[in-house]
């Protein structure tokens, strides 16, 4: 009685994602003794997908991206995005190259960036939250590539999801950018260091440290997908609300909501109109999945941004993504 009493008052304590937190490790950590061939083998697909496709087209773009802000680039970006992304989205200069490296680099660039200049002092907590809005994107060859060439095999859904994907985002700034202008002091020029040998080996460690973080999310969420799929909750959830939607497309959304790549995947294979399952990709890349969003909030919850804020950002930007998208799916397809 007395341990019920202890477990009873230490979640109360808890707030409801610390809960869930401990709910999501605890199922998993049940699955992995009870199962370990069947998620070790998740595990070991998860690190192959980061290894094989994930880390050669993400760590350049990590590397260069710090290296480029170290040189000064970032304040050449600023000062021509200036003025248009005051007037737009009320946020600083700089927001104008942490949104030109996301959309050149896709996720989680802009987070990263976003947190780097706020660590550094060039960023507010508010900025950075206006920022978050707006810099959070896939880049353009995993849309016109994988997507469009591969998945749904026509270039043209590929260049319809990434004008969605893009406006949508632009739209989200404008949705979130406020009315007040934030008047605390930061310092809007970047440190630059002097020493070449300098720029170049802190930007190889800033790179290693961020993509390790991205493999270590895509191995967890991977192996989440594939237990939420093999213990059934995906196609119990599919059916109970089989009355809203069909299963098939529920099972999409909710793999999509999981992990980005497969829930793109799975709506190109629907069998349905483009008219739905190209717009329904759409949202599912703009929205990012658990997996990108969790890499987000590590990077910036240290601008002190609320989790619950990072994910409504996303689930408007997704939203929006999916009334363009359809819109223009409408007049091509």
Do not use: W
């Not at 907590?125 to 994988?146: E, H, Q, R, V, W």
């Not at 930007?203 to 059934?232: D, E, Y």
């Not at 980005?260 to 995947?265: L, P, R």
């Amino acid at each position: 009685m007395r341990c019920l009493a202890l477990i009873q008052r230490m979640f109360k304590r808890l707030s409801p994602l610390r809960m869930l937190a401990i709910i999501f490790c605890g199922f998993l950590m049940v699955l992995l003794l009870v199962q370990p061939a069947i998620y070790i083998k998740s595990a070991r697909d998860g690190i192959l997908l980061f290894a094989v496709s994930v880390l050669p087209a993400l760590f350049p773009f990590f590397f260069f991206s710090t290296f480029l802000t170290k040189l000064g680039v970032a304040k050449n970006i600023a000062t021509l995005g200036k003025k248009p992304f005051r007037f737009l989205f009320n946020a600083p200069p700089l927001s104008a190259y942490v949104f030109t490296m996301s959309i050149l680099s896709g996720y989680p660039i802009g987070a990263k960036l976003t947190s780097d200049f706020h660590t550094n002092n060039m960023l507010s907590s508010a900025d950075a939250k206006k920022c978050a809005a707006f810099c959070s994107t896939s880049n353009p060859i995993f849309i016109l590539g994988t997507v469009g060439s591969i998945m749904f095999n026509d270039v043209m859904v590929g260049v319809v999801i990434l004008l969605a994907h893009y406006l949508s985002a632009l739209l989200n700034g404008l949705l979130y950018r406020g009315r007040k202008r934030d008047i605390s002091q930061t310092n809007s020029n970047p440190v630059l260091i002097d020493n070449c040998n300098n720029i170049l080996s802190e930007s190889i460690i800033s790179a290693t440290n961020s993509i390790l973080i991205v493999g270590g999310f895509i191995c967890v969420f991977t192996i989440f997908l594939n237990a939420l799929t093999n213990v059934g909750v995906i196609s119990f959830i599919s059916s109970a609300l089989s009355f809203v939607l069909p299963a098939d497309i529920t099972t999409t959304i909710l793999s999509g909501m999981v992990e980005m790549t497969n829930g793109s995947y799975m709506a190109s294979r629907l069998s349905v109109s483009k008219i739905i399952s190209v717009p329904l990709c759409c949202a599912i890349i703009s929205f990012g999945g658990l997996s990108i969003l969790a890499q987000c909030i590590t990077f910036l919850s240290r601008c002190k941004i609320k989790v619950k804020t990072i994910i409504t950002q996303k689930l408007t930007q997704a939203i929006i993504s999916f009334i363009l998208c359809f819109v223009f799916s409408l007049a091509l397809f």
